[in-house]
């Protein structure tokens, strides 16, 4: 079992930075993934970027260039930094992570304002 504490989301304006954690309560080491989906109203929920143990790293194109993930195993934590926030990235993120199952944090609300 694993639990996924997500923080670090807020209100930002158009351009800002935000940086989001994801807090695990046990080593992610061993995790083969992890990452971050994101949903907005009325929208499916969408992958925004994934990293795995071995540090390799996908992102959805609309984020590519502006997000990047990154893992901390020694502090049981991923993070997502994001650069260049434009509105439509507004929606609630949601850290999680894929050993045999999939776990999910309860996320975190992202809003850009125009």
């Known amino acids: 079992q694993v639990q996924l504490v997500e923080s670090g989301g807020g209100l930002v304006q158009a351009g800002g930075s935000l940086r989001l954690s994801c807090a695990a309560s046990r080593s992610i080491f061993s995790i083969n993934v992890m990452g971050w989906y994101r949903q907005a109203p009325g929208k499916q929920r969408e992958l925004v970027a994934r990293?795995?143990?071995?540090?390799?790293?996908n992102y959805a194109a609309s984020v590519k260039g502006r997000f990047t993930i990154s893992r901390d195993n020694a502090n049981n934590t991923v993070f997502l930094r994001m650069n260049s926030l434009k509105p439509e990235d507004t929606a609630v993120y949601y850290c999680y992570g894929v050993t045999s199952q999939y776990y999910w944090g309860q996320g975190t609300q992202v809003t850009v304002s125009s």
């Open positions: 990293i795995t143990s071995g540090g390799s790293t």
